[in-house]
């Protein structure tokens, strides 16, 4: 219980229609546990009447005996009964009294009549209620957990998603995050509906208890109560290890789906469809078979409550017929007897519950316990005007023990184009995903007009930086959605003239729909060209001073990449730009290039000074000209 408290603080934003759903609860626990049994014993004796041999018994003693020494007599050869009659005269006397004696018993037996449904009709509102208001509790529970989640994984550095399943993520969002929302309702309300439910129904057996010594020994076949907590909890550990490996292998399943999804094009020219269906449909054959295991192990409990119950109704049964007990008193005490091991049997399911979301629980937090790495600072500062002077002062960095960078130490000018180039893992993109605090130095010092970068406030650095990467991200929506995003609010007016600087506006008009035209998942109705347009719409709408080009062109083909060359460089006249290029045609633009290798600078100069003095310089560049 003690790992699910912090979620429970979620139900207080619903405090009131859970307290509602609670309440119906609480009404449903007495109609089962008291009403059931009380309306067997009180009104279906009036609907029915006495017995015709008791009637014939009462009127030969009377006859004989006289009305007072018959009725010691009777009460003492038939108790319950006795009552039963006397009640049901004094009601009917009523009755009688109000409608006459020719329409009183009518009446008296329409109301008895009335009653079951009626107690019913309550019962079923009060379930009813109660399952709403606390369902409607528990999805503002899951919103909150999956906005947390959701929340959690913006802000984890980029380490974190290296060697994680972009699916099983999904699944943890999904559902690791409903059962955790189910165990959260479901502790809340049934281990307050439930032991009301057997407070209940043991208060109808106490007053039984009370008014008939016979009917003590129902209280004491009810110590079998304890017996049922070890099944529960021996069931409960092997629940726990099965529902974990369940949500596994359904993380994992997810994963080959996404990635299946979101590469239908390989997979149709590698001839890999049987390949993927085969490794996806063993994986939903081990998830069936951990999830049988689940539901065997989780629905266990039921039966053997169950067995206990009938154990103890046997054992009463047969005490109560040595008592002298008739049926017509066993009957609601049989119920009341049951209505006692129907919560311990909802708690046991409770109990599996717990153990299944626990093994959720485990899945989530390690998103929501990641340390988040790049945070926000305490006191941020706060920077009116951004030139876009970039210094690196002995930075590090290193990718768990991999060194990426060792011992930059170079100064970027406001306004100055720089390229970055060297061989594959030589450090380019490291370099520059620091700027933005993608990842921040484990030694020394990154300073952007002179402030240090750790004490600037995340939302307010990069709204100064401006990223166009290799690979153009369009996101579900209309043309229009995807270049505002550059900046959130612009007017169509802005988003038109930002496409037209991208030379965009033109094939975008070309569309029926224009720029309501819907892009697709991932921009998958555009052309590789169209998309990195929008790209750079996007980045000339931001206006920010300094500006990232990851191989921004590598993607496209050479005409394409000759198109989009000019607006590229008009993007990054004016602004800081670092140029991240394989192709040594996309660095012509730059004033200053600088050459890495091993995470070092190993060559710092333009473009002809590097080709004479450079030897790894002018290496890359000859593989570049054969």
């Known amino acids: 219980m003690k790992r699910f408290r912090p979620y429970f603080a979620y139900l207080a934003e619903a405090k009131w229609t859970f307290a509602a759903g609670i309440l119906a609860g609480l009404m449903f626990a007495v109609f089962s546990g008291f009403g059931m049994p009380f309306m067997v014993e009180k009104v279906f ?11 014939t018994v009462v009127e030969r003693l009377e006859a004989t005996e006289g009305t007072e020494e018959a009725r010691r007599l009777l009460d003492d050869a038939f108790p319950g009964e006795m009552e039963s009659r006397r009640q049901t005269e004094s009601v009917r006397g009523w009755f009688d009294a109000k409608f006459g004696e020719e329409h009183g018993r009518l009446a008296m037996l329409v109301a008895a009549a009335l009653m079951v449904p009626v107690v019913t009709l309550l019962k079923g509102l009060a379930g009813f209620f109660n399952v709403y208001w606390v369902t409607a509790a528990g999805l503002h529970v899951l919103r909150r957990i999956q906005g947390a989640v959701f929340d959690k994984i913006q802000k984890l550095p980029l380490g974190f998603f290296s060697g994680r399943k972009t699916g099983d993520l999904i699944s943890r969002v999904t559902s690791d ?18 032991p009301f439910t057997l407070l209940s129904a043991l208060g109808y057996l106490t007053y039984k208890s009370l008014s008939n010594h016979n009917a003590f020994f129902v209280l004491v076949c009810l110590l079998t109560i304890p017996i049922s907590v070890f099944p529960i909890r021996i069931i409960g550990k092997r629940l726990m290890r099965r529902a974990g490996n369940m949500q596994k292998e359904g993380g994992n399943n997810t994963a080959i789906l996404a990635e299946t999804l979101g590469a239908t094009r390989e ?50 049964l047969t005490y109560g017929s040595q008592r002298g007990l008739t049926l017509e008193q066993f009957v609601p005490l049989a119920i009341a007897l049951y209505m006692c091991y129907e919560p311990i049997k909802k708690l046991g399911e409770v109990h599996n519950r717990i153990k299944q979301g626990e093994a959720s629980l485990d899945r ?79 030694e020394g010092t990154i300073r952007l007009d002179g402030v240090d970068l750790t004490t600037l406030r995340l939302r307010d650095l990069r709204d100064h930086i401006t990223l166009v990467p290799q690979e153009a991200v369009l996101f579900s929506g209309t043309i229009e959605e995807n270049i505002g995003l550059g900046r959130i609010g612009a007017s169509r007016e802005e988003i038109e003239k930002a496409a037209q600087l991208a030379n965009a506006h033109d094939f975008i008009s070309g569309f029926p729909q224009g720029y309501q035209t819907q892009v697709g998942e991932r921009g998958a109705q555009l052309s590789g060209g169209q998309k990195q347009r929008i790209s750079i719409a996007r980045a000339f709408l931001k206006d920010a001073p300094v500006l990232i080009l990851d191989e921004a062109t590598a993607a496209l083909d050479a005409d394409s990449e000759s198109q989009i060359q000019k607006e590229l460089a008009d993007l990054a006249r004016g602004r800081t730009t670092l140029i991240i290029a394989h192709r040594f045609s996309t660095i012509r633009i730059a004033d200053r290039i600088l050459v890495f290798d091993g995470g070092r600078i190993v060559g710092d100069g333009t473009f002809e000074q590097l080709e004479q003095g450079n030897d790894l310089f002018r290496g890359l560049l000859e593989n570049q000209r054969h």
């Open 364 to 442: 989530l937090e390690v998103i929501l316990k990641a340390e988040e790495g790049v945070t926000d600072p305490e006191h941020p500062v706060e920077i009116e005007k951004v030139e876009g002077e970039i210094r690196f002062e002995q930075v590090d960095f290193s990718y768990g023990k991999a060194p990426a960078l060792r011992g930059i130490d170079t100064v970027i000018p406001a306004g100055q184009v720089v390229a970055l180039v060297g061989p594959s893992g030589a450090g380019k993109t490291t370099f520059a995903s620091m700027i933005p605090r993608f990842y921040d130095p484990v």
């Open 177 to 194: 995050a409903g059962i955790l929302q189910g165990v959260v309702t479901t502790i809340s309300n049934d281990l307050i509906k439930q």
């Open 267 to 316: 997979v149709r020219a590698f001839n890999l469809e049987a390949m993927l269906a085969g490794r996806f449909l063993a994986g939903v054959k081990r998830w069936t078979t951990l999830h049988l295991k689940v539901i065997k192990y989780r629905y266990l409990v039921p039966p053997i409550i169950e067995m206990l119950a009938a154990g103890a109704l046997a054992a009463a």
């Open 45 to 55: 004796p009036v609907i029915f009447g006495s017995k015709p041999e008791i009637e």
